[in-house]
């Protein structure tokens, strides 16, 4: 049985040593024929004929993505057929001269795989912060690393507000640039919003903008398609389903600290629970809280006679006092009761929602009111008489404003732009899906804020 089995093993060991033996050379005739403008590493890695996203190439001349490099594959026949010749594998990063089938080495293709798989090391991660350099695009457009526009693909400009906004919080940002933190993970979700990170913060891209087409695709497939491309979703329900979905996907526990997501936005609150058919029954708990939700009064009914485009304002610290552990808020469900909430422990982050929608069956009603906040130095012990979870450890309760989402327009009808602080330069942009503009900090309080991110001071 060895003997008559012997030439077989002898010829698949053959066979592996020349799949193992490609020849790589140096001297391709056909890298002038690279176009660098064609190529766009954004969307899914499928080829354009079979649609499989196993061992997928892209061509270097047009920038088409096809399957295989072997005699009968896509990429194979699209050589001979186009005339086109130098490909990438999409996860290796090997590039291939076809028909030919030798390798390619040379260090004149590096930067196409730093466009395709951004790399950053830990020295750089950390100067992110400080440098103030532009990067320049192909097309000779100038762009700040980390203040790039995003594609709206369509009606994701819900999706794109919220990236922006966590791009600033730059522990998560840091922890997301580096794949070696979250290589245990098997969540797409996970991997598509780490790449997505490196591509908006990577000074080496060949253009401007970036689409988040692949996280898109990982966002529909993980929310059971609640959140999708074509439908517009409230921001602030998007928020708050991709930090929790990014913890549990990360390995978090009910455990503070336990991932990313809860060293950056968790807080603790403590709530007093007065049932009005028994106001003697008390109950106390203590709640985790990743965002806080901040009730505004309500407009008036009518205009004023001189003035009949007046528009109503709350100074922030007004609606914070329903944190103060005194301040009640009657709640009908799941029985009427009269609750009271006091901040137990402050997160290094601290999410706001200003409830600006009201829905009930027949329409959707929004609060035009406007929060007068500071930009800079928000003290909270001034409004929320904030105990400590740590006993003597003080807590830190000042905070600087690093990310403001407005909504623009009626409810069902509206877009959303969200204003961002570059760190480097402590200047505030205004960024709506690609259009990014420089703009003064007196103009990020002028808005509807419906959504905020405040840093603590250290």
Same mark, same amino acid.
């Given at each position: 049985?060895?003997?008559?089995?012997?030439?077989?093993?002898?010829?698949?060991?053959?066979?592996?040593?020349?799949?193992?033996?490609?020849?790589?050379?140096?001297?391709?005739?056909?890298?002038?024929?690279?176009?660098?403008?064609?190529?766009?590493?954004?969307?899914?890695?499928?080829?354009?004929?079979?649609?499989?996203?196993?061992?997928?190439?892209?061509?270097?001349?047009?920038?088409?993505?096809?399957?295989?490099?072997?005699?009968?594959?896509?990429?194979?026949?699209?050589?001979?057929?186009?005339?086109?010749?130098?490909?990438?594998?999409?996860?290796?990063?090997?590039?291939?001269?076809?028909?030919?089938?030798?390798?390619?080495?040379?260090?004149?293709?590096?930067?196409?795989?730093?466009?395709?798989?951004?790399?950053?090391?830990?020295?750089?991660?950390?100067?992110?912060?400080? #440098? *103030?350099?532009?990067? %320049?695009?192909?097309?000779? &457009? $100038?762009?700040?690393?980390?203040?790039?526009? !995003?594609? +709206?693909?369509?009606?994701?400009?819900?999706?794109?507000?919220?990236?922006?906004?966590?791009?600033?919080?730059?522990?998560?940002?840091?922890?997301?640039?580096?794949?070696?933190?979250?290589?245990?993970?098997?969540?797409?979700?996970?991997?598509?919003?780490?790449?997505?990170?490196?591509?908006?913060?990577?000074?080496?891209?060949?253009?401007?903008?970036?689409?988040?087409?692949?996280?898109?695709?990982?966002?529909?497939?993980? #929310? *059971?398609?609640?959140? %999708?491309?074509?439908?517009? &979703? $409230?921001?602030?329900?998007?928020?708050?389903? !991709?930090? +929790?979905?990014?913890?549990?996907?990360?390995?978090?526990?009910?455990?503070?600290?336990?991932?990313?997501?809860?060293?950056?936005?968790?807080?603790?609150?403590?709530?007093?629970?007065?049932?009005?058919?028994?106001?003697?029954?008390?109950?106390?708990?203590?709640?985790?809280?990743?965002?806080?939700?901040?009730?505004?009064?309500?407009?008036?009914?009518?205009?004023?006679?001189?003035?009949?485009?007046?528009?109503?304002?709350?100074?922030?610290?007004?609606?914070?006092?329903?944190?103060?552990?005194?301040?009640?808020?009657?709640?009908?469900?799941?029985?009427?009761?009269?609750?009271?909430?006091?901040?137990?422990?402050?997160?290094?982050?601290?999410?706001?929602?200003?409830?600006?929608?009201?829905?009930?069956?027949?329409?959707?009603?929004?609060?035009?009111?406007?929060?007068?906040?500071?930009?800079?130095?928000?003290?909270?012990?001034?409004?929320?008489?904030?105990?400590?979870?740590?006993?003597?450890?003080?807590?830190?309760?000042?905070?600087?404003?690093?990310?403001?989402?407005?909504?623009?327009?009626?409810?069902?009808?509206?877009?959303?732009?969200?204003?961002?602080?570059?760190?480097?330069?402590?200047?505030?942009?205004?960024?709506?899906?690609?259009?990014?503009?420089?703009?003064?900090?007196?103009?990020?309080?002028?808005?509807?804020?419906?959504?905020?991110?405040?840093?603590?001071?250290?």
């Amino acid at each position: 049985m060895k003997r008559a089995g012997a030439p077989d093993d002898a010829a698949a060991a053959a066979a592996k040593r020349g799949r193992q033996e490609t020849e790589v050379r140096r001297d391709c005739p056909y890298l002038d024929t690279v176009n660098r403008q064609v190529l766009d590493f954004d969307f899914e890695k499928f080829c354009s004929v079979s649609l499989s996203n196993l061992n997928v190439y892209a061509c270097l001349v047009c920038g088409k993505y096809f399957q295989g490099r072997g005699r009968k594959s896509h990429a194979y026949t699209h050589s001979l057929e186009a005339g086109h010749h130098v490909f990438i594998n999409l996860h290796s990063e090997k590039v291939y001269c076809l028909p030919d089938g030798y390798e390619v080495d040379d260090p004149s293709l590096d930067d196409i795989r730093h466009v395709l798989n951004p790399r950053f090391t830990g020295a750089q991660v950390s100067q992110l912060d400080k #440098s *103030k350099q532009w990067a %320049r695009a192909l097309d000779g &457009s $100038d762009y700040l690393p980390g203040m790039v526009g !995003l594609n +709206n693909i369509k009606e994701t400009d819900f999706v794109n507000v919220i990236i922006q906004s966590l791009m600033r919080v730059t522990p998560l940002r840091d922890f997301f640039l580096i794949p070696e933190n979250y290589r245990h993970s098997s969540s797409p979700l996970v991997h598509r919003f780490g790449e997505l990170t490196r591509k908006i913060w990577h000074a080496r891209n060949f253009k401007g903008q970036v689409s988040p087409h692949e996280f898109l695709q990982a966002i529909m497939s993980a #929310s *059971k398609k609640k959140f %999708r491309i074509g439908v517009q &979703s $409230d921001p602030v329900e998007f928020f708050s389903w !991709l930090l +929790n979905t990014l913890h549990s996907e990360l390995g978090g526990t009910t455990l503070r600290n336990s991932s990313i997501i809860y060293q950056c936005f968790q807080g603790e609150l403590e709530v007093l629970k007065e049932l009005q058919s028994d106001p003697n029954n008390r109950e106390i708990s203590r709640l985790p809280f990743l965002m806080l939700g901040l009730d505004l009064p309500p407009p008036p009914l009518f205009k004023d006679v001189m003035e009949k485009n007046i528009i109503p304002q709350v100074p922030l610290f007004n609606i914070l006092k329903k944190f103060d552990g005194e301040t009640p808020t009657e709640v009908v469900r799941p029985q009427p009761a009269r609750m009271r909430y006091r901040v137990t422990r402050l997160p290094r982050y601290l999410i706001l929602h200003m409830r600006r929608f009201k829905k009930n069956n027949f329409f959707i009603e929004k609060n035009p009111t406007l929060v007068n906040f500071p930009v800079k130095n928000l003290e909270l012990k001034d409004y929320i008489p904030l105990g400590s979870a740590d006993g003597s450890k003080k807590a830190r309760s000042k905070y600087d404003l690093i990310a403001n989402t407005v909504h623009d327009g009626k409810p069902r009808e509206g877009s959303y732009r969200v204003f961002v602080q570059r760190k480097s330069e402590e200047v505030w942009y205004e960024m709506q899906d690609l259009h990014v503009t420089e703009t003064l900090p007196q103009m990020v309080a002028l808005s509807e804020a419906y959504m905020q991110i405040y840093e603590q001071q250290q």
